[in-house]
């Protein structure tokens, strides 16, 4: 009776399906457990063997968990708006939906085969309007709520309303826009409908506001600034310029410090925290105004080093400063335009990134020192952004090495504030005991009290204050998209309304086209019904738009990570028609417990994720302010690439070895084509639709064949050396592609493939196989172990149990080969060591687990069986194979009880005939016995 893993897989698969096995009860007895990873985006390429290493491993762990009595919830779903479904509509025309729908069928159809323990029937759809519904709804809950800094938390807005009534907002302390005008209780009274929704639009916490963004011409959408690369677009590589758009934006600012502070109670990866840390960027210092001579206008300016004021020697400002077209000078104004113009072409991360380019341009202004009322020349810098902190710096040359690096190039002042320090030197480097000169108030201090002093004095002469500010910035919340969620929102008198919640959720309406409009308007603006009925509560036909009972919808759709930052929450509770998530559900599970994906989402996904679980935590509607309490990041598998060499100029291909001075031109092909002595298929190369250039080309050979280069790099279609898992599932099993990937080295390393290397681990199987199956069947006694069998499966309990609790998958199957290869050489049969060894083996192998458990007579899944009992007992050695030697060298070995004494060793040794042929008749000079260890006789 052979293995056949086809068979056994596919049958298991469909059992496990028809019977429910991995369905989560929202009632148990039982203790929870919630492993989750971050759902897929379904693209068109379907998975690659990349993909599924954080869910085996989360899988491995879920069935664990079960096997050791928790109720597991282990969901799945998908990820489903996006911008490649719709850049596929656009060139193909055809509807997203079609689209994403054949993915998600690909997707699961190989996920299944991989075996995972999914609970399907709680399976989540972004895109689905079941689920967007909610995300609409939680968008209306934000709307509606306002950040009181006294209480630290969001509280619903009908409270600042309150206050606003009562006493007016002088005395409110609230997260708000910065330029909030004072009013009275009476004069909020005095204010018009409209007036008062623009007053609270400046304190919800989604709101209205014109935003610098990362704008693409060519997909017509704002971009995030990580879906910009070397400043195109990630996706078709197209131009990206900043642009100012109304959008909508999200406070995740009012969070900063809590989610600073929240870090402390997760247990994620140090390096996710120090990015996130980074990200949110908290530093102490003081707000600085500066007035602009001749102009009525202030520059405010964040600095976390107001003692070194006296240094100042110029200003920079971001050249998207709302001021820069304000104050540039005519002379100067050809140039200045000219550079902003060119900044605008640049992404904000780009600007970051480039540390060593030094460009701007005077605009013709200068500004006035607080203290000294001297002139500091105002200058534009790309390296200064209009998204952090207020998008001007005073600069100091002397205490920081950007600033002194621009002086220098452009010939401005370099005053030296330090008496001791280099003028090269940073600031943040400066010692307690620098000296400051150069102020009355300031001789003689350190450092430290002269940032308070500095504070003070600007505080008491009304030209700044102390403050502690944040890097992070709100969230552009609009997309110009048509495939993500539709905002439940229409504009009455240019003024934001939220559609009731029960009438939702706002379905994405059909349109002809997926672009811009000819007048560019969002894709949306291409619907001919698209305008909300506020009497009927229904979307009509625009021609229909009165402005007094039917209104224009939002045009915007919502960015891709606004129902990946609560889809966690909807598995505990998918099918609920009435709730986001009911109470009785969300009390019950409460937080993710094990979350396993990407490091690339730390201040992405993981960022925003946190701040909607805070914000919904506020609102009393979930029981836990962090939603997922241990995070791991897989490591990513590289692919190995297979590079052709096309000699420059020709239509030649040259061999590898046979390159030598020949400049040539590397071209990655298809590894499908590559053997394993890496050998191309020049037929299937030329025949390769991607390569129909080449249909003609020439190849030179080495000794008859064509060598193609390879270089380890990360997998993707791309790069076309990207292999399927189907194709490993069908010739090798889904069970050896789980065991493999986890074989390959550490969870959170990266770790190249090598499809080559699975077939040990398929031979694995076999001789598992073989432990329980002979050639006429089951063949498994029911005679007791032996200790040397009881020894090989406990310490492989309690080897597998320690690795599972430690995430180190790897030395788990590492621990399995050992444990077979034992068993296979004692000749084990005995139901006692093979029936628990199946349950350590099934987390990892599930089919062949469950088929040999079928095999051993069992009725029932081995997924829920009781994980095996470690007992400490059968480890514990009863004797001890000494090794006797004569003068120090070792000649025969003697197993003895370790409970004997030196003077019993001594006379078994002496009378053992090995011993007496050892000494031929003379008496040794010594014996030396130490119990446990050594046998030496002396002759």
């Given at each position: 009776m052979q293995y056949n893993h086809q068979e056994i897989e596919k049958r298991w698969q469909q059992f496990w399906a028809d019977n429910q096995t991995f369905k989560a009860s929202n009632e148990s007895e039982k203790p929870k457990y919630y492993v989750l990873d971050m759902f897929p985006y379904p693209s068109g390429a379907g998975l690659h063997v990349g993909h599924p290493l954080g869910y085996i491993a989360s899988d491995i762990y879920a069935r664990y968990k079960r096997h050791k009595g928790f109720n597991v919830l282990h969901p799945q779903g998908y990820d489903s708006f996006g911008l490649p479904a719709e850049q596929y509509a656009i060139q193909t025309g055809q509807h997203p939906a079609i689209t994403t729908e054949t993915n998600i069928k690909t997707y699961r159809r190989q996920l299944d085969n991989i075996g995972f323990s999914f609970d399907w029937s709680r399976e989540v759809r972004t895109s689905s309007p079941e689920y967007y519904k909610w995300t609409q709804w939680i968008f209306i809950q934000l709307f509606n709520s306002w950040y009181n800094k006294d209480t630290d938390k969001a509280e619903d807005v009908s409270t600042l309303i309150s206050k606003f009534e009562a006493e007016g907002n002088a005395n409110i302390n609230a997260v708000s826009d910065e330029d909030i005008v004072e009013f009275t209780a009476e004069g909020w009274k005095s204010f018009s409908t409209k007036e008062q929704q623009e007053i609270l639009l400046q304190y919800r916490l989604t709101f209205l506001s014109d935003t610098e963004v990362n704008w693409c011409p060519a997909l017509g959408t704002v971009l995030a600034n990580d879906e910009i690369v070397n400043g195109v677009s990630e996706r078709g590589g197209h131009p990206v310029v900043r642009k100012k758009m109304t959008q909508w934006s999200m406070r995740i600012s009012a969070y900063a410090q809590r989610l600073l502070d929240g870090l402390q109670n997760i247990d994620w990866p140090q390096p996710l925290k120090d990015s996130q840390t980074n990200w949110i960027g908290r530093s102490q210092g003081a707000m600085v105004s500066f007035d602009v001579e001749n102009y009525d206008a202030k520059i405010d300016v964040f600095t976390t080093?107001?003692?070194?004021?006296?240094?100042?020697?110029?200003?920079?400002?971001?050249?998207?400063?709302?001021?820069?077209?304000?104050?540039?000078?005519?002379?100067?104004?050809?140039?200045?335009?000219?550079?902003?113009?060119?900044?605008?072409?640049?992404?904000?991360?780009?600007?970051?990134?480039?540390?060593?380019?030094?460009?701007?341009?005077?605009?013709?202004?200068?500004?006035?020192?607080?203290?000294?009322?001297?002139?500091?020349?105002?200058?534009?810098?790309?390296?200064?952004?209009?998204?952090?902190?207020?998008?001007?710096?005073?600069?100091?040359?002397?205490?920081?090495?950007?600033?002194?690096?621009?002086?220098?190039?452009?010939?401005?002042?370099?005053?030296?504030?330090?008496?001791?320090?280099?003028?090269?030197?940073?600031?943040?480097?400066?010692?307690?005991?620098?000296k400051l000169v150069n102020s009355d108030f300031l001789d003689g201090l350190n450092y430290k009290k002269g940032m308070k002093t500095v504070i003070y004095e600007l505080e008491k002469r009304g030209f700044g204050f102390g403050k502690i500010n944040y890097r992070l910035r709100d969230a552009v919340f609009s997309r110009q998209r048509y495939w993500g969620e539709p905002f439940p929102v229409y504009y009455k008198d240019g003024i934001p309304k939220m559609i009731d919640a029960e009438h939702l959720p706002i379905e994405l309406p059909e349109v002809e086209k997926y672009l811009p409009t000819e007048d560019g308007k969002p894709p949306l603006g291409n619907s001919t019904e698209w305008a909300w009925d506020t009497i009927n509560s229904k979307v009509v036909s625009n021609n229909l738009i009165n402005d007094t009972s039917i209104f224009p919808l939002e045009l915007n759709t919502m960015p891709g990570w606004a129902g990946s930052s609560w889809y966690f929450n909807r598995y505990m509770d998918s099918n609920n028609e009435g709730e986001f998530v009911s109470k009785e559900a969300v009390d019950y599970w409460k937080e993710v417990d094990l979350y396993i994906g990407g490091s690339e989402h730390a201040t992405g996904h993981l960022l925003y994720a946190r701040f909607w679980q805070k914000f919904l935590f506020d609102r009393g509607l979930l029981p836990v302010d962090e939603f997922a309490k241990k995070l791991i990041n897989q490591g990513m598998i590289l692919g190995t690439s297979a590079f052709v060499y096309r000699v420059e100029g020709t239509n030649s291909f040259v061999s590898k070895g046979l390159i030598e001075d020949k400049k040539v031109q590397p071209i990655h092909t298809d590894v499908s084509l590559v053997n394993a002595s890496d050998e191309l298929d020049i037929e299937g190369f030329k025949n390769h639709p991607l390569n129909i250039d080449f249909k003609d080309a020439e190849f030179i050979l080495e000794d008859g064949k064509y060598i193609v280069g390879r270089e380890v790099e990360k997998m993707s279609k791309s790069k076309y050396n990207v292999v399927n898992p189907d194709l490993i599932c069908e010739e090798y099993g889904a069970d050896s592609l789980r065991l493999f990937e986890m074989f390959l080295g550490p969870l959170e390393q990266t770790k190249p493939w090598k499809t080559s290397g699975i077939s040990g681990v398929y031979s694995f199987l076999k001789k598992l196989w073989k432990l329980y199956i002979g050639e006429n069947g089951v063949n498994v006694s029911d005679v007791e172990p032996t200790k040397e069998e009881l020894k090989t499966l406990h310490k492989t309990i309690k080897k597998v149990e320690e690795d599972i609790e430690n995430f180190s998958f790897n030395t788990s199957v590492s621990t399995f080969m050992i444990a077979v290869n034992e068993l296979t050489a004692q000749k084990c049969n005995k139901r006692a060591v093979l029936e628990p060894l199946l349950v350590l083996i099934s987390p990892y192998a599930p089919h062949i687990a469950e088929e040999l458990w079928s095999q051993l007579g069992h009725t029932e899944s081995i997924a829920t069986v009781a994980f095996p009992k470690f007992e400490a007992s059968y480890l514990v050695e009863s004797s001890k194979n000494y090794p006797v030697s004569f003068n120090g060298k070792m000649r025969f070995t003697l197993e003895l009880p370790l409970d004997m004494s030196k003077e019993e060793i001594e006379k078994v040794v002496m009378a053992n005939e090995k011993t007496q042929a050892q000494l031929a008749g003379r008496e040794p000079k010594k014996v030396i016995i130490v119990p446990g260890k050594i046998i030496n006789i002396v002759g």
């Open positions: 080093r107001p003692d070194t004021i006296f240094g100042v020697s110029f200003m920079t400002l971001a050249p998207e400063h709302d001021l820069v077209a304000q104050i540039t000078t005519d002379e100067q104004r050809e140039a200045v335009e000219a550079y902003v113009e060119a900044t605008s072409k640049r992404s904000e991360r780009d600007r970051m990134a480039d540390v060593k380019t030094i460009s701007g341009v005077f605009t013709g202004a200068y500004a006035l020192h607080p203290f000294t009322g001297k002139q500091v020349p105002i200058w534009i810098g790309d390296y200064v952004l209009a998204s952090y902190g207020t998008g001007a710096v005073m600069a100091v040359p002397c205490g920081d090495q950007r600033d002194y690096d621009f002086a220098k190039h452009f010939g401005l002042e370099i005053p030296n504030i330090f008496a001791d320090v280099d003028i090269s030197e940073k600031a943040n480097d400066a010692k307690d005991g620098i």
